[in-house]
């Protein structure tokens, strides 16, 4: 059997976007404080007994969250080509963070994109 270990990693930051072509009260500039559920799988642990260190992925979420952090999503890119929507933010975190985090033993899982306390969507790639 295979050893998997999973680590969380959650985060948040406050944004603004519009959703063009929304039918609705989100097709008008509002915002959200996002949180970012970030899970890292490791397959083998260091020589100290760690995956991967919690700070570690915190530092790579925080590098990438940073750009979005207190604006207004629509002028980055890819929102200012894409809407803003938690589908297509989530799977832009997986990629960013894919390329910041992903090595030998350890890959990012999934990303979770909660746009309220009870509203979140999930992004993750099959293998």
Same mark, same amino acid.
């Given at each position: 059997?295979?050893? +998997?270990?999973?680590? %969380?990693? /959650?985060? &948040?930051?406050?944004?603004?976007?519009? *959703?063009h072509g929304y $039918?609705?009260?989100?097709?008008?500039?509002?915002?959200?404080?996002?949180?970012?559920?970030?899970?890292?799988?490791?397959?083998?642990?260091?020589?100290?007994?760690?995956?991967?260190?919690?700070?570690?992925? +915190?530092?790579?979420? %925080?590098? /990438?969250? &940073?750009?979005l952090d207190h604006?207004? *999503?629509?002028?980055? $890119?890819?929102?200012?080509?894409?809407?803003?929507?938690?589908?297509?933010?989530?799977?832009?975190?997986?990629?960013?963070?894919?390329?910041?985090?992903?090595?030998?033993?350890?890959?990012?899982?999934?990303?979770?994109?909660?746009?309220?306390?009870?509203?979140?969507?999930?992004?993750?790639?099959?293998?």
């Amino acid at each position: 059997m295979n050893a +998997k270990y999973t680590i %969380k990693v /959650v985060i &948040d930051f406050a944004a603004a976007h519009i *959703l063009h072509g929304y $039918p609705g009260p989100c097709s008008q500039l509002h915002g959200h404080n996002w949180k970012i559920e970030t899970m890292v799988v490791a397959r083998k642990l260091d020589a100290i007994g760690m995956g991967v260190d919690f700070k570690d992925v +915190k530092a790579a979420v %925080k590098k /990438v969250t &940073d750009v979005l952090d207190h604006r207004f *999503l629509n002028e980055i $890119p890819p929102f200012d080509t894409i809407n803003p929507t938690a589908e297509n933010l989530s799977a832009y975190l997986y990629k960013e963070l894919s390329n910041e985090l992903n090595a030998e033993h350890v890959k990012v899982d999934s990303i979770t994109v909660w746009e309220t306390e009870r509203a979140c969507v999930t992004y993750s790639e099959d293998e």
